[in-house]
């Protein structure tokens, strides 16, 4: 069964930028869909990025433009840059996998991912 380990979370000033780190480990299968969740206290989880393994990606309306999603697939690693980060982006951020080819729908549908990483803590101060 793979393994996601988020790092990269931390807090940062209005404006500012940070970079989520995915590292995937073991497995011995492909993971074909994979994704960046939030939630906030008192709320529910969020997509906020998701992209497939050939790089194709989805934002939330509310990060596009200022997040951007990667994927280094010889290093299992997804990155989400997140710049001009505001207030709202405080949420703990949790790295989602699965080994099917998600269709765009299903994307930001927490319950279509089989893995999930620990999360990693962004908190923006205004």
């Known amino acids: 069964q793979v393994q996601l380990v988020e790092s990269g979370g931390g807090s940062v000033e209005a404006g500012g930028s940070l970079t989520l780190s995915c590292a995937q480990f073991?497995?011995?299968?492909?993971?074909?869909?994979m994704a960046w969740f939030r939630q906030a206290p008192g709320k529910e989880r969020e997509g906020v990025a998701a992209i497939w393994t050939d790089g194709g990606a989805r934002y939330a309306d509310s990060v596009d433009g200022r997040f951007t999603l990667s994927k280094d697939n010889a290093k299992n690693t997804m990155y989400l840059v997140m710049n001009s980060l505001k207030p709202e982006d405080t949420a703990m951020y949790y790295c989602?996998?699965?080994?099917?080819?998600?269709?765009?729908?299903?994307?930001?549908?927490?319950?279509?991912?089989?893995?999930w990483g620990r999360g990693t803590q962004v908190t923006v101060s205004s």
């Open positions: 989602a996998a699965d080994y099917g080819w998600l269709e765009w729908s299903k994307l930001f549908n927490e319950n279509s991912f089989g893995v």
């Open positions: 073991g497995g011995t299968c492909s993971i074909q869909s």
